[in-house]
């Protein structure tokens, strides 16, 4: 089993929202992925973060049977329109991957 685990600090506005508006968008569009896109196996995304080293507003937690399950989640067309809105509004990005 993969985990997929990424950390985003959002910059304070972006495409016309605020920081907190722009985490309850990528939460919505990325939890929606849920269901749609088979290697995904699960998937949870929180903006509530309240403790964080390095400090983020947002934070997603995923998992995939192989690693190719996770590179085919990657390159998915669902996938990369959620990845064309978040990089507009990420300042950066921290990301683990790792498996059990």
Known sequence: MIKHIVMWTLK???EGGT???NGIKMKQI???LSG???ELKHIEV???VFAAIPDCNVVLYSEFET???LDAYQVHPLHQACVAFIK???ASRNVIDYVI
């Open 46 to 48: 929180s903006v509530d």
């Open 19 to 21: 920081s907190a508006e």
């Open 12 to 14: 304070d506005e972006a």
């Open 88 to 90: 507009q509004v990420v």
């Open 67 to 69: 690693k190719d399950d």
């Open 30 to 32: 990325l939890e929606n």
């Open 36 to 38: 749609k896109i088979d």
